[in-house]
């Protein structure tokens, strides 16, 4: 019986080292908490888990030369991406 439960054990630890793996499933969202025009920032900022200021900068860096780099992915990330708590569900 022992040598049953050590056998199991060993034959389910590769599949315990394969659990730290798995990716749980996320959605983008506007942010609504932490937004400066339409939360798209603080969107990309809880999805990626960093600091908003860092794609701020980057929207206003591609803004820059004649604002269509920056501004354009900005304006269609607006119309595409769902407000959170606002998000349909379907069912």
Known sequence: ????????????????HLLKYIVVARKLYRSTNDKMIAGICGGLGEYF???PVIFRILFVIL?????????????????????????TTNG
């Open 49 to 51: 888990d960093t600091d």
């Open 63 to 87: 803004a820059l030369p004649g604002g269509l780099p920056g501004v354009i992915p900005y304006v269609i990330m607006w119309l595409l991406v769902p407000e959170k708590g606002n998000e």
């Open 1 to 16: 019986m022992y040598l049953d439960t050590i056998r199991l054990q060993l034959r389910l630890q590769p599949a315990f």
